[in-house]
C-alpha cells in the first residue's frame, strides 16, 4: 500500500535552517509529481511547492519562494524540503503529498501523517 | 494567481439534511477541482476529484459538481461522521491553491 512518512520537524528559532524529508513506497517514486502542503495551527490547508517527477523542475507558493528547496533522490524513493531563513509564520504541520503523474493532472490522493515545524525564539 | 472562494465557512445543519457547499475560481479551471475532507486531527483525505468523479470508498452520499469556476459539494444525508472541515483545490497548474475550508457540525 502507498505510504509517505514524513520526518525532519521540530523546534527552531527564527533564521535557521531546517530539512524535512518524506519517505514513500508502496508505488513507483520516480513516476509521480511530489508535493509539500502546510497547515499552520487552527488555519486552512496552503500549497507550498512541487518538484517533478525527474526532479527537473520545482514551483513554490509565494510565501516561501527563495527560501524553501525542494529536491528528490529517486533512488531512495525520498523527497526533501529545505527550508532557510525560516520564520515564526512558518510554523505549521507540514503534509508531503502525491500529485501528478507524467500525462495525468491528479489531485492529492495519498498524503503523509504530517511533521510539525516550530519556529520561535 | 487564481484565488479559490468557498462558501460558507462554516455551518450547522442536522443529521439526515442536504449540504451544500460552493468553491468559486477566479478564472476557469476546467473541471480541476478536487474536494477534501479534513476531519478534527486528521489528515486530509479526497472525496471527489476531476469536479464530480467519487475517490474510491467514499460513501456515495457525497457528490460534486461543476465545471469552469463554479463548483458544488453536496452531502445528501449528513451523517455525524461527517463533522468536518471541506477543502476545495484547483490542480489544473500551480500554485494549487485551497479554498479557505468549511467547517460542518451537527446541529
Known amino acids: 500500500q502507498v505510504q509517505l512518512v514524513e520526518s525532519g520537524g521540530g523546534v527552531v528559532q527564527p533564521g535557521t535552517s531546517l530539512r524535512l524529508s518524506c519517505a514513500a513506497s508502496?508505488?513507483?517514486?520516480?513516476?509521480?509529481?511530489m508535493h509539500w502542503v502546510r497547515q499552520a495551527p487552527g488555519k486552512g490547508l496552503e500549497w507550498v511547492a512541487v518538484?517533478?517527477?525527474?526532479?527537473?523542475?520545482?514551483k513554490y507558493g509565494d510565501s516561501v519562494k527563495g527560501r524553501f528547496s525542494l529536491s528528490r533522490d529517486n533512488s531512495k524513493n525520498t523527497l526533501y524540503l529545505e527550508m532557510n531563513s525560516l520564520r515564526p509564520e512558518d510554523t505549521a504541520v507540514y503534509y508531503c503529498?502525491?500529485?501528478?503523474?507524467?500525462?495525468?493532472?491528479?489531485?492529492?490522493?495519498?498524503w503523509g501523517q504530517g511533521t510539525l515545524v516550530t519556529v520561535s525564539s | 494567481d487564481i484565488q479559490m472562494t468557498q462558501s460558507p465557512s462554516s455551518l450547522s445543519a442536522s443529521v439526515g439534511d442536504r449540504v451544500t457547499i460552493t468553491c468559486r475560481a477566479s478564472?476557469?479551471?476546467?473541471?480541476?477541482l478536487a474536494w477534501y475532507q479534513q476531519k478534527p486531527g486528521k489528515v486530509p483525505k479526497v472525496l471527489i476529484y476531476?469536479?464530480?468523479t467519487l475517490q474510491s470508498g467514499v460513501p456515495s452520499r457525497f457528490s460534486g459538481s461543476g465545471s469552469g469556476t463554479d463548483f458544488t459539494l453536496t452531502i445528501s444525508s449528513l451523517q455525524p461522521e461527517d463533522v468536518a472541515t471541506y477543502y476545495c483545490?484547483?490542480?489544473?497548474?500551480?500554485?494549487?491553491?485551497f479554498g479557505q475550508g468549511t467547517k460542518v457540525e451537527i446541529k
Open positions: 483545490q484547483k490542480y489544473d497548474s500551480v500554485p494549487r491553491t
Open positions: 508502496g508505488f513507483t517514486f520516480s513516476s509521480y509529481a
Open positions: 518538484i517533478s517527477y525527474d526532479g527537473s523542475n520545482s
Open positions: 476531476a469536479a464530480s
Open positions: 503529498a502525491r500529485g501528478s503523474t507524467v500525462g495525468y493532472k491528479l489531485p492529492h490522493d495519498y
Open positions: 478564472q476557469g479551471i476546467s473541471n480541476y
